[in-house]
């Protein structure tokens, strides 16, 4: 089964072997969003003496610092139609939305690091809900004009704004939009 993503960062080995084949190494393009320590330095902190141990103040600030860089998707949802249309089809704005906003932006670094096979199984989405169709529109208008890479999902043929969903971006860079909004229950 081949993979519907070409590899972006080739790596020696894959670069050698026949094109069929590259799909064969996802473990070797894989992108990780923490710089994770080597098996020997972690073997080497295990074996250092307790007046080695860190800061629990300054692991604090890193896991603080962490979270607030971690990769996440955003979707944001129209409160009226959850009130008016069945669930299943406002979840399907929502997957659409989603989906658009990845493939739209499937070259970006933060997308491909997002959607890197270590990290499929660990995702970060936040699902929102906005009043109506105008709040929806205003918000589309302000992540355009701060440049936020996103997708507007206009359900069609109707001509329906239903959702925004952004592109995987630093939660530090975009959590400012959204902090006023619920989460969408």
Do not use: Y
């Given at each position: 089964?081949?993979?519907?993503?070409p590899l972006r960062w080739p790596s020696p080995v894959a670069?050698?072997?026949?094109?069929?084949a590259a799909f064969l190494l996802p473990a070797l393009t894989r992108v990780s969003l923490r710089g994770t320590?080597?098996?020997?330095?972690?073997?080497?902190?295990?074996?250092?003496?307790?007046?080695a141990a860190p800061n629990p103040a300054a692991a604090g600030e890193e896991g603080a610092r962490e979270a607030a860089d971690v990769l996440v998707q955003y979707v944001v949802?129209?409160?009226?139609?959850?009130?008016?249309?069945?669930?299943?089809?406002?979840?399907?704005?929502?997957?659409?939305?989603?989906v658009a906003a990845v493939w739209?932006?499937?070259d970006h670094p933060d997308t491909a690091a997002y959607c890197a096979p270590g990290n499929l199984d660990s995702m970060h989405k936040v699902t929102l809900e906005v009043k109506g169709e105008?709040?929806?529109?205003?918000?589309?208008?302000?992540?355009?004009?701060?440049?936020?890479?996103?997708k507007l999902w206009i359900e069609q043929p109707e001509n329906i704004p239903t959702c925004i969903a952004t592109a995987p971006c630093p939660k530090s860079q975009v959590s400012s939009f959204f902090k006023k909004l619920k989460l969408c229950k």
């Open positions: 089964m081949q993979t519907l993503l670069a050698a072997l026949p094109s069929a320590p080597s098996r020997a330095s972690m073997s080497a902190a295990a074996s250092a003496p307790d007046s949802l129209r409160r009226d139609l959850a009130d008016a249309w069945p669930l299943g089809s406002v979840v399907a704005q929502g997957c659409h939305a989603a739209a932006h499937r105008t709040q929806l529109k205003n918000l589309a208008e302000k992540l355009e004009a701060a440049g936020v890479r996103h």
